[in-house]
């Protein structure tokens, strides 16, 4: 049974209402994978995300974790799952203390007590150890990432679905942040991640999509798309 993926996504359509965004994807993430979605604004990235943890709606196609259908699930049941989503914007509890925050995110899934957990997300993050009972809206950019990162880790997932994570920090956190990423990945964690920073993120990702217009235009391993000529001329400037 190792050889299925941990989430296998088939034909999958969906959107918001009435509004279709996602056509006919199929997409899978093996265990401990990193997997990267690369793609313009608008591609539907985003929704892709919002589509595995409930947010958005599915319309046709399955999406299955760890072989069971999770398509009509909501969001408070996927994460239970074991599927973190780690939203765009971060979207942590501003007026609450980074601690208050890590507590509002403990669902006690796999069993491991807040106070284990917080500390795994201590020592993974020490900025939000020294910052614990700072009000999170006081911390900069890259501590907010932190605490957003440490939130869905809170859910002990086995896939963490992560939206942008570099977007809008300096350099050195972003190369913080990554390293980060291949530290959970390492210690068993599978990773989805949207990124923008098309290089950084194919330097870590073992697997890539290219998403536009809702559709994957082209997949396979991350070294090999970094090679691509699409993927060089539109993101990385080269020929
Ligand atoms: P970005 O990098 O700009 O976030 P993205 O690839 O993540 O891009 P999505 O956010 O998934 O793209 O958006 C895909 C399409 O879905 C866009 O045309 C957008 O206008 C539309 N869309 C996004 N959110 C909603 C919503 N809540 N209701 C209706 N349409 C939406």
Do not use: W
């Not at 601690?99 to 995110?105: M, R, W």
């Not at 991350?222 to 699409?230: D, I, V």
């Amino acid at each position: 049974t190792t050889s299925r993926p941990l989430l296998k996504i088939a034909g999958l359509s969906s959107g918001y209402g009435r509004v279709g965004v996602l056509n006919a994807i199929d997409l899978e993430v093996d265990e401990r994978e990193i997997v990267v979605i690369l793609g313009p604004n608008g591609a539907g990235k985003t929704t892709l995300l919002n589509s595995i943890s409930g947010v958005a709606r599915a319309t046709a196609g399955s999406i299955e974790f760890e072989g069971r259908d999770i398509v009509g699930s909501r969001p408070e049941q996927v994460v239970r799952m074991g599927l973190a989503h780690c939203p765009e914007g971060r979207q942590i509890f501003q007026r609450l203390t980074v601690e208050e925050n890590l507590v509002a995110a403990h669902i006690g899934r796999g069993g491991k007590s807040f106070e284990v957990l917080r500390n795994d997300v201590f020592e993974l993050f020490p900025i939000l150890k020294e910052r614990r009972n700072g009000m999170a809206s006081r911390m900069s950019g890259g501590q907010q990432q932190m605490l957003a990162i440490g939130r869905a880790l809170m859910a002990e997932p086995k896939l963490l679905m992560l939206d942008e994570p570099s977007l809008g920090l300096a350099p050195k956190i972003i190369q913080q942040i990554f390293r980060i990423i291949l530290d959970l990945s390492t210690s068993g964690i599978s990773i989805l991640l949207v990124e923008q920073n098309v290089q950084l993120a194919l330097e870590c990702g073992d697997y890539a999509y290219l998403l536009n217009t809702g559709r994957v235009r082209l997949h396979g391993p991350a070294q090999e798309l970094a090679e691509h000529s699409a993927i060089s001329d539109h993101y990385l400037g080269g020929a």
